[in-house]
């Protein structure tokens, strides 16, 4: 998952949302072609369209005009919808019917085990562009079918923290230094919410500790090696204890009133970040992005950010290639270029998307990375001492699918006067009812 705004390029961003019911959306983006790339009207360019979900920050860092200056023959486009869950489903479909298809397409990190097991015949071997080496073994692997083709080039992973509110924590009687915040729960998310009760007690009335039950859940579950499938592609999701363990206590502190009621990334979690209604959230490094750009001016310096309980990944994506471009070589040499890591560095520096590789976290960019919203904190090598210790995932086909019938359908249910067995029962059905489809 990434942060959410609407970026253009050139050509019009055009999404078609669709209902698929159990709250899922289907979209597309669309420039007006068939999504294959040709020249570029008379000027003998080579166009190579990206179809994109969020804000992947190619454009905002110069990366697309840099490639440009350095390739005068290369004419680049983008198309964006705002969210995976309305992009995905679009792109799946196109896959199957190898239409419609931009030259590079983004793939989101809980989508990229459906997409190598299914789609990977659609898909260039990327391997032969990009460099395993310079890549996390555990990214470079996500992508790679068994008989070894690469068909996804990581552009990003989210190495978990926490990002809090010094001024609120300040109020509540909390200490306010990173080191010491973060000492208040290492080790256990059972102590990040004990701290949960403490704000309470003494915050500021009308405030909570947590922005919503989504973003607890998430970031437990992003701390566990194994979560929805075990690693022979069972879904285990109802059995596994550690499932059932994240949701009961998002469940708990959701009852005891130490979560906001809101739904992430909807308009009325984004007023809860501009009015300061809450005082920490799981954060990995796209969502200072978020923060910056929902907060009033006034937020600016007052946020800081401290290790997680433990670390976790949440978020990160892939850039892959349809072999049915008219041009998928050149395509594909650009999709290795915005990944090296050069790029991976500025990208850090401008958007905030924390590089998948390591050689990147020595740069410049990202030893001196500094984020208006959390002043002189040393982002860089925070993310990159969590990113250290990521458990290494077993990532399931319909991964994204769980994962947003236990926040959407589950925990946030319980903020809404549900019971926790009714949220879970709830939660369960939708989940079962999507996977049988």
């Not at 086909?397 to 994962?403: E, M, N, T």
């Given at each position: ?6 970026i ?6 055009l999404?078609a949302l669709?209902s698929?019911g ?7 983006a669309?420039d ?5 790339s ?8 080579i ?12 454009e ?8 440009e200056?350095?390739h ?8 964006v ?6 992009y ?5 479909n ?7 298809l ?11 085990a ?15 562009y ?16 068994e008989d ?12 978990m ?8 924590f300040?109020k ?5 230094d ?9 080790g256990?998310?059972?102590k990040?919410v004990e701290?949960?009760q403490?704000?309470k007690?003494?915050g500021?009335?009308?405030t909570?500790?947590l922005?919503?039950?989504?973003g ?10 194994d979560r929805f499938?075990?690693?022979s592609?069972e879904?285990?999701?109802k059995t596994?204890?550690?499932v059932?363990?994240?949701f009961?206590l ?6 005891d009133?130490?979560?906001?009621n809101?739904?992430?990334?909807q308009?009325?979690?984004?007023t809860?970040i ?9 954060c990995?490094p ?8 929902k ?6 310096g007052?946020w800081?950010i ?11 994506s ?14 594909a ?11 991976q560095?500025k ?8 590089p998948?590789?390591?050689?990147a976290y ?6 001196g990375a500094?984020?208006?919203?959390t002043?002189d904190?040393p982002?860089?090598?925070i993310?990159?001492q ?5 458990p290494v995932?077993?990532?399931g086909?319909?991964?994204q699918?769980?994962q ?19 949220a ?8 079962d009812?999507?996977?049988d489809q």
């Amino acid at each position: 998952m990434r942060a959410r705004t609407r970026i253009r390029r050139k050509a019009v961003v055009l999404a078609a949302l669709a209902s698929l019911g159990a709250g899922l959306l289907a979209g597309c983006a669309d420039d007006g072609d068939d999504g294959s790339s040709s020249s570029d009207g008379g000027s003998g360019k080579i166009k190579i369209t990206l179809g994109l979900f969020g804000t992947a920050g190619f454009e905002e860092s110069g990366l697309y005009k840099e490639y440009e200056k350095l390739h005068p023959n290369i004419d680049i486009q983008q198309t964006v919808v705002e969210r995976n869950e309305n992009y995905y489903p679009a792109l799946l479909n196109h896959l199957t019917t190898n239409s419609g298809l931009q030259d590079i397409q983004m793939v989101e990190v809980g989508n990229i085990a459906e997409i190598v097991q299914t789609q990977s015949d659609k898909l260039l071997d990327l391997s032969k562009y990009g460099k395993e080496g310079d890549y996390l073994d555990w990214k470079w692997q996500q992508a790679t079918t068994e008989d070894g083709q690469t068909i996804g080039l990581g552009t990003d992973v989210g190495p978990m923290a926490i990002c809090y509110r010094k001024d609120l924590f300040e109020k509540a009687g909390l200490p306010t230094d990173r080191e010491e915040v973060g000492k208040l729960w290492t080790g256990s998310w059972d102590k990040f919410v004990e701290v949960g009760q403490d704000y309470k007690a003494k915050g500021p009335k009308g405030t909570t500790f947590l922005d919503s039950p989504g973003g607890l859940i998430q970031a437990i579950l992003s701390s566990e090696k194994d979560r929805f499938y075990d690693s022979s592609g069972e879904v285990i999701y109802k059995t596994n204890p550690a499932v059932k363990a994240a949701f009961d206590l998002t469940a708990q502190a959701a009852e005891d009133g130490l979560i906001g009621n809101q739904t992430q990334f909807q308009p009325a979690w984004d007023t809860t970040i501009a009015n300061s209604k809450f005082a920490a959230m799981s954060c990995p490094p796209w969502m200072l992005g978020y923060i910056k750009g929902k907060s009033k001016p006034d937020a600016a310096g007052k946020w800081d950010i401290a290790q997680a309980p433990k670390s976790g990944n949440w978020g990160g994506s892939f850039l892959a290639v349809p072999k049915s471009g008219k041009n998928a070589e050149e395509a594909a040499k650009l999709a290795a270029w915005l990944t090296a890591p050069e790029q991976q560095a500025k990208l850090f520096g401008v958007q905030g998307s924390f590089p998948s590789t390591p050689a990147a976290y020595e740069s410049s960019e990202v030893t001196g990375a500094k984020n208006d919203m959390t002043g002189d904190a040393p982002i860089g090598p925070i993310f990159a001492q969590a990113a250290e210790n990521i458990p290494v995932q077993t990532i399931g086909p319909k991964d994204q699918i769980i994962q947003q019938g236990l926040t959407d359908n589950g925990v946030v249910l319980v903020t809404q006067g549900k019971s926790p067995e009714e949220a879970w029962n709830n939660a369960v059905k939708t989940i079962d009812n999507a996977l049988d489809q």
